[in-house]
């Protein structure tokens, strides 16, 4: 900025200007209108401006022009309309310090390379005080430095580029947007004029606003964590943990989930979702479904079955939120994860040696699309190792393929050991997940631990082929007492063992269909009995009346035992099973 042309009117300003002028032979006199004949156009004196024009009328060839009521009423002073406007004064004339002294916005002169005040105007004087003129901007002007304006002075007057910070607040109160510009200063040399503008308003409004996303994300946040499970159910034969982390403070919280779901048995179910959504609702839709999923694990359905329900119930809920989710059944007796897919990342398994395999297909679309049949797949989790169940924050980045993020993760988990939280915490922090992330990350860890030593000898395992009709029965009974007695349980244990046997295997052999198997086994808390047989009708209990001849013997097995249940079996047929919780005296 050019402090000469723009004249704050420092002493000896006006003096110097009309000298110039008269040095270039232009007249210090205001311009006067020269009519001529044709009416349609003023005398341009030498040096003058030439006049604008009006915005509602225009200069006719032939006449003055006129307004469109096709009259103009006399001017002050008796001067007749005039086709033009007078000229405008040189911007020499124009009093830029009264000018500025009448801006609401703040203004403030320095010059120098100590910033010394040349000029303040009045909004400068009523929002921080008087100003001596000629001190240092240090030493009177502390709220230029509240600002972070005296590094862009320096900028400014070195480079004689403008620079501009915005809405920063000063200890008065008050926040504003200053810009710093280059001017140079009459006998000063070069200078910085610092406008600022009161925005504390706005910034209100913006603290006021960010406060109330601030609130509305921290409801959402805790309405998230008190849908997820408090407490990880932990089955005799896996260890398990996960960890949910919510997105940054720019980024709304999204529908991530899991859980474990203890079947009976001795099997699991593992559940990781993901709601493609942000905010409060994707939270409560993610609560629906998980709550849904923990229904349906009830029924101990094949996986894929769980999630054919979990698809047409998305769609109610709510036809615009798709999720992705994946659910897993664990079976101590198989040693393999049997799961479906809907639209979600695969699991990832670590062997003992250090090697990741990857889970295949089938993997179908989302829940809430509809019209697709899921299928199950099965990858083997064999005695010391670990399964991976993730959501997309943790492996997906901008600008980079998915597939890329699950390659990473592939390698971070074949070098994480330890329990499962390490192995929790090693996979975000290799994957860079900070509480800066973008994303929500929940991740599940499963591990089958190896057991050897006197840990091993609390999991035992036993089955009988159930063969011939009904002398199955006794042999049956006499196995389960033998085994039992083998595994040192109470009388008393030991009685209830083999009485729920006899019942179990006589249901099977009267309802029943070939093939025919029991099978016991003991873990560090608990008995299970499991008879399958190639029926696939579910019993139930029933109340028996006093006349009849059967149907007690599963009322019986309810009675005795700490829980039972059945389930249809995948290839056919149905398992019938019953647990007992081992007393204190039994678990060692």
Known sequence: MNFTRWSARLPGTQRRAAARRADRGIS???????????????????????????DTAEADPAGPARADTGHEGPRPGGERPSGRLPAAPPVEDFPIAEILGRLPAL???????????????????????????GSRAADTCPELAELGLPPLMDQVLRGGTSRTVKSRKVAAGGSY???????????????VLVFATDVTGHAESADRLRASERRQREMAVTLQRSLLPQELEQPDDLRIAATYQPGSEDAAVGGDWYDVITLGAGRTALVIGDVMGRGVRAAAVMGQLRTAVRAYARLDLPPHEVLQLLDGLAAEIDASQIATCVYAVHDPNEGRLVYASAGHLPILVRDEDGTVRRAADPTGPPLGTGGWLHS???????????????????????????????????????????????????????????????????????????????SAELFHNAALDLLGGTEAAPRARA?????????????????????????????????????????????????????????????????AETEDEAGRGISIVATIASSWGSRRTPGGGKAVWCEFALPTRDRA
């Open 28 to 54: 210090t006199a205001p311009p006067r209108p020269d009519r001529r004949e044709d009416g349609g156009r003023e005398g341009r004196g030498e040096g003058s401006v030439p006049a604008a024009r009006g």
């Open 107 to 133: 203004v403030a002169v320095a010059y120098g390379a100590e910033h010394r005040i040349a000029y303040v105007n009045d909004a400068y004087t009523t929002a921080f005080g008087p100003r001596p003129i």
């Open 177 to 191: 947007t200053a810009t710093c510009l280059p001017m140079e200063i009459p006998g000063a040399g070069g200078g």
């Open 376 to 454: 199950s797949g099965s990858i083997a989790l064999p005695p010391g190792s670990s399964a991976v169940l993730y959501t997309d924050g943790l492996v997906e980045r901008r600008g980079e393929d998915i597939d890329e993020g699950v390659a990473s993760l592939e390698r971070a988990l074949s070098g994480a050991d330890g329990t499962p939280q390490v192995v929790c915490d090693r996979l975000i922090r290799s994957q860079g997940v900070t509480a800066d992330h973008d994303d929500d990350v929940a991740v599940l860890v499963v591990q089958h631990p190896s057991r050897t030593g006197p």
């Open 479 to 543: 196995f389960a007492s033998g085994v039992m007695a083998s595994w040192r349980f109470s009388p008393e244990l030991h009685d209830l063992g083999v009485l729920a046997t006899s019942e179990l295997v006589a249901n099977s052999l009267q309802h029943g269909t070939p093939p025919m198997r029991l099978r016991l086994r003991r873990t560090d808390r608990r008995l299970i009995i499991e008879v399958t047989d190639g029926d696939d009708h579910l019993p139930r209990r029933r109340r």
